[in-house]
């Protein structure tokens, strides 16, 4: 997904051998010409104008994220990152960089559209975010089905629907066919989901995992990024742990027992939420997503992982759960309670 200048100057070497390939044959043709001059000037012709064509397709998205990622993060992004976002608080100066660039990369190729709800710049880099947690140890990840984000003003049903009814339980989904897909989010979900770090909910972390999930083609709860050897072993874990009757502080939450898809995407909330307790409360668990998603937050996301940059809270301020209430008429009584 980034691109530095090894990675431009190797693109368009490979461009340049697919474009030659595909105007070798119309230069050769153009040889067998030679006493038609102007057949062979136009097979000539007709030769570089293909590969020039093709040199420029196989290279525009390199070309575009190379100039992209030539100019910086927004400092305005930056902040917001340092004020929402706990697991890039805790990341070494170079990952920053690029968890930065990864953001960049997401929000210039992926339409994020609000459905009756105004797209702020808090609501797209909590997106980003979401997408980029889950790869940043996946060095060359494509979200190849994701065509665009929707974010709905509150939670919806099955038909859609936001509002205030019974059956408007939904935070979040995926949407569409294998090969083309949309992730819709609850507007006001996706920010509570980054308000309280390490409460092992976070509904864009948990969608976007169905993302990572979909690669291989299906949303099964096998992730193509999980070695070949160990698929048997991760199915086999995930039925034994939605088997049990889990109580306790430390418990996954019942819904990964609906099905084996929602078992990755829960049990990836809670290990890049509060790593260090699935790794003592599940340990295999916390193991094969360790492998999966190729990070160990455990190690990386202690205490300082609980550190949100933010500025005080006020009582008269925006809800920071996105409500558009005040503070003290929204989640301040429930954080009293």
Known sequence: MLVDAHVLAKNRTQSLKIAGALALPLLFLAAFFTQQPGVAATLAIIAVVLGVVAFRRFTARTRRRFALLQQPLPTEDIGLLEEQVA???????ADQKRFQQLVQVFLAETPITGIDVEVTPLHRILVAASAVIPIMGLPHWEYAYLSEVLLYPAHFNADYESGDGEDNRILGLVHGSLSNGVVILSA??????????HDRRNVGIHEFAHMVDKRD????GVAAALPRDLIAPWRNLM?????EDQKGRGAIDPYAHTNEQEFLAVTTEY???NPERLAREHPRVYAKLSTLYGQDPATLLTEEYRFLRRKPLGRNDPCPCGSRRKYKRCCLPKKKA
């Open 271 to 273: 290990f890049f939420e």
């Open 188 to 197: 006001p979900a996706l920010i509570s989901g980054f308000a309280n770090p």
């Open 217 to 220: 083609g299906s949303i099964d």
């Open 239 to 243: 039925r034994e742990k939605m088997a």
């Open 87 to 93: 697991y890039y608080n805790c990341l070494e100066p």
